[in-house]
């Protein structure tokens, strides 16, 4: 049973659907994994168990009448806690929503369950997705499955280290500055931001609406794939949602091959700040794609050195309005202060009491940002950097059909190393956010293990907006290569995780 | 650019409607006034010929047929309330004093 959580969701897929497994089992296998392993890892804040059977058999029935199914049907998946479910708590990693429930799902969630994936539960995040590597969760950290004492990124590291633990084959992720893909990159685990729109945020927890996006989260490009086919495509319930189809997301992962592509490696996106580990790993990627036949250009992108100052003025900007709903009245948490309790004073206290320090520090930045008198000067002048981020992201792809760099600049740091300096802590995300703020979509796989300390290192991968097909394409060409260097997938070589009784 | 300091910080708490206490304050005052020093060049890159982008991918005049979709019941809104009263949200006064 033990050897069915080590398998990818395309290979359960295929075992399911030739009924060499039931769902069942395969079920029950990552939910006795999750007991095992998350009380060290703590990537779940809430487990399914009997919903996720309850579906489990479902499957199993509906397969031996012979019904009709989903290829994914009967695979489990884990969701991000900042999507809503029906029947289970959803908290946002924050004490404001602990014990709230939704009275609907995202449309992502109605997805997973019309194809009949097991949900096994919701994990763990920075508050509101805040955050680089889980710490700011109110609910305490999740550890890194390659080492313990070190981070799993964030604000995803739940979801990432799920998956990378081997917990779940599949989970969900939203990014908005690089919270599914340097988590993916820091596990060892493959995570994408699909375009801007192509997958509905309707049941996301907004963060920033310009930014937010969700995406798949697994061990394999394959495997993502699947899934952004499953959670893919337009929503009326979002407006922002595009109306194209989905696109041949899986095919494109099986293409097999990147002769005369063009891959761009972005010059302001390596050396200074850079792990010299990472920088290794990441031009051995380049030779790999070489290698196969792919033309490796140089590209310029001046303007990104500005995306992270752009990006910490549109974040807490929109953060702090789309953060204004939580005022005590109609959901979350209330607290009533001593004195006569008007509305104001339990605003006050309520948001004082429910709200982390970075919550706080990005409500504060962001009503700072929008202020009256600073408006042109921060959020209007962000507004016009993101123009330019678009222009340079445009000039790369005349020269590229797809640009590459190191997903994050270090491999995994240790827990509370830079949770005082929240500076230290943005820049993780250098090398994501321009994705983010042009809308074009990306994706982060393992490149290899850094010689100096052992730990994952992630190769990430940008296409213009609406062409996500390329992603997989490259993508699973680069592990195919990179896994044959190896002799097998890279979380092979992660060290088995320390057995403590009592999980979850 | 201006510099952030303690009071704009108290200010701004109270517009966000976020009690702080006088550690909080001078702790937020200092961190804060870190981070806008690290991203104040970003007012001064973009002249006034470049277009501002508020999202990244352009869209205009998205409408939905006017049909009656799915909505929730009274009961499923109010239901993670922290306080309800005839089928509504009820809230605590919202003037001081009588």
Redesign the interface.
Known sequence: MTDLIHLSADALARKLTSKEVSAVEVTQAHLDRIDAVDGAINAFLHVNTDEALLVAAEVDKARTGGDALHPLAGVPIAVKDLIVTKGQPTTAGSRILEG?????DATVVRRLRAAKMPILGKTNLDEFAMGSSTEHSAFGPTRNPWDLDRIPGGSGGGSAAAVAAFEAPLALGTDTGGSIRQPGAVTGTVGVKP???GVSRYGAIAMAS??DQIGPVSRTVLDSALLHEVIGGHD?HD??S?TDPVGALVEAARMGQVEGMRIGVIKELQGDGYQAGVLTRFHESLELLRSAGAEIVEVSCP?FR?A???Y??IMPSEA?SNL?KY????????V?PDG??????????T??AG?GDEV??R???G??AL?AG?YD??Y?????????I?RDFAAAFEQADVLVSPTAPTTAFKLGEKLDD??AM?LNDVATIPA?????PGLSLPGGLADEDGLPVGIQLLAP?RQDARLYRVGAVLESLLEDTWGGPLLAKAPEITQIAGGK | MAEINRDDVAHLARLAHIDMTDAELDRMAGELAVIVDSIKSVSEVAGDDVPATSHPIPLSNVFRDDVVGETLSNEEALLGAPDNADGRFKVPAILDGE
């Open positions: 709230w429930q939704s009275p609907y375009t801007y729109g310009s930014l009326p407006s922002t595009l303007n500005y992270l100052g752009a910490y003025l702090s204004a005022d005590g009245v109609r959901f979350g948490l209330r009533v006569t309790p008007t509305i104001e004073r339990v605003m006050g206290a948001r004082a709200f706080k520090r409500i504060i930045l009503t700072y202020s600073y000067a921060y209007g002048s962000a507004q016009k950097v993101r123009t330019l678009q929240p500076l943005y983010n703020l042009a809308g074009v907006a």
